[in-house]
């Protein structure tokens, strides 16, 4: 059998979630948004899959939640790994980097909601950065190097941000119908 080398695999700390991406990956987008930083206990630094090219291989004890009415965030229930970012009717999942097998040639394309970033911590120098969630990082394609025309961003809007930082700012961590 034949495998292809844009294969990817990885999963969760226990081993009960094991997935594989077949097609390219987004470079690394680096979230700091009080959800995700609250959710991972630091930042999210994912890439991104295609959703035809994404497959749960084993999927015991992943379970989702939905942290929004824009998104939900799958994690394992019972090693509690952080592992995907689903946005509502996006064509893409988002992956915990660091849950992959094998990384190498991925890099860090930017970082969003800086604004909500936490104190104790620097961003690299160069890095684009975007104050709200809004960015387009395109995937590559499967034939290497040459950048697909479609964006695959998040754009958060303005009234649903201000509902959560209010939210967030009350430390209330129950989610809200925004």
Same mark, same amino acid.
């Given at each position: ?48 899959? #295609? ?8 999927? #015991? ?15 394992? #229930? ?11 009717? #996006? ?22 909601? !800086? ?21 387009? !990082? ?41």
């Amino acid at each position: 059998m034949h495998i292809s080398k844009s294969l990817r695999t990885g999963g969760c700390l226990c081993g009960a979630v094991r997935y594989s991406v077949a097609g390219a990956l987004r470079p690394v987008v680096v979230c700091h948004c009080t959800q995700c930083r609250r959710m991972t206990g630091h930042v999210m630094a994912a890439t991104a899959a #295609r959703r035809a090219d994404f497959r749960l291989v084993s999927e #015991r004890e992943l379970k989702w939640y939905a942290a929004s009415n824009e998104a939900r965030r799958g994690f394992l #229930r019972r090693c509690g790994s952080t592992l995907f970012w689903e946005g509502v009717g #996006r064509d893409y999942i988002s992956i915990a980097a660091g849950s992959l097998d094998e990384s190498r040639g991925l890099t860090i394309a930017c970082h969003i909601f !800086v604004a909500d970033k936490g104190d104790y911590y620097g961003i690299e120098p160069g890095t684009p950065q975007s104050r709200d969630g809004t960015f387009s !990082v395109a995937f590559p394609t499967r034939e290497g190097n040459r950048l697909d025309a479609a964006p695959a961003g998040r754009r958060a809007p303005g009234a649903f941000l201000e509902k959560r930082r209010r939210r967030d700012a009350r430390g209330d961590r129950t989610p809200a119908r925004e």
